[in-house]
């Protein structure tokens, strides 16, 4: 078992560029999250999948970011004409089912976006 | 409004001394409470974890302690070790079917040798 991964680890992008991160859940596990990771916010949650389909979007920047799990081994977050102030630590995490005794989220390393 | 908060910012202790990390939120709905630890370069995993209708957790060298009424939490490690050396976060969500983890900003850990 591998983990999550993702995928680039680093990503650079000049300003107003498009960014899109690639995550790949553990294979069986149901609920996919993407959360944010700054220094000054600490760690924010983003979007949420269950089976694919997308549950709760309420942290997302509405007007940039977009989250899309077309199948169940793969999930991405896209951010249009990136600014600086997305440079971050964006993480993705799976999780059996987040119900009951099976709320363990289980990270991937992050894909770290610079954008100057 | 920061609803789970974490003290101190940082902390440096001794190998083999007892280091202990503080929590405290502010809605009363919150029912489970994680703790997770990250290496740099790494993403946050899980360490260990309590409800609220438990006052302790003891899992090897990390026990926590819950105080539901003063709405507090805290970490203990003992006999801390140099590969504990972290950053520890505090998380809190209402449990069943409430996904969102809200998350503290952090304890970054050094255990000195």
């Known amino acids: 078992n591998a983990g999550v991964i993702q995928t680039p680890r680093h990503k650079v992008t000049g300003k107003g560029q498009e960014a899109t991160l690639w995550c790949e859940p553990i294979?069986?596990?149901?609920?996919v999250f993407w959360y944010r990771q700054t220094i000054v916010q600490g760690l924010e949650f983003l979007t949420y999948?269950?089976?694919?389909?997308?549950?709760?979007d309420s942290g997302m920047p509405k007007e940039r970011f977009s989250a899309q799990m077309p199948n169940q081994s793969h999930s991405t977050l896209k951010i249009q004409s990136t600014q600086p102030q997305d440079s971050a630590v964006y993480l993705c995490?799976?999780?059996?089912?987040?119900?009951?005794?099976?709320?363990?989220?289980?990270f991937g390393h992050g894909t770290k976006l610079s954008v100057l | 409004q920061q609803q789970v908060r974490q003290s101190p910012q940082s902390l440096t202790v001794w190998e083999g001394e007892t280091a202990i990390l503080n929590c405290s939120y502010e809605?009363?709905?919150?029912?489970?409470f994680p703790w997770y630890q990250q290496f740099p370069g790494e993403g946050p995993a899980l360490l260990i974890a309590?409800?609220?209708?438990?006052d302790k957790k003891e899992d090897g060298r990390f026990t926590i302690f819950f105080n539901k009424r003063e709405k507090k939490l805290s970490l203990h490690i003992t006999d801390s070790q140099p590969g504990d050396s972290a950053t520890y976060f505090c998380?809190?969500?209402?449990?069943?079917?409430?996904?969102?983890?809200?998350f503290g900003k952090g304890t970054l850990l050094t255990v000195t040798p």
């Open positions: 309590i409800r609220s209708v438990s």
């Open positions: 995490a799976s999780s059996l089912d987040f119900t009951g005794d099976n709320e363990r989220l289980f």
């Open positions: 999948f269950r089976n694919q389909a997308p549950i709760d």
């Open positions: 294979s069986g596990h149901s609920a």
């Open positions: 809605n009363s709905a919150f029912d489970y």
């Open positions: 998380a809190a969500n209402s449990g069943g079917s409430n996904y969102k983890l809200t």
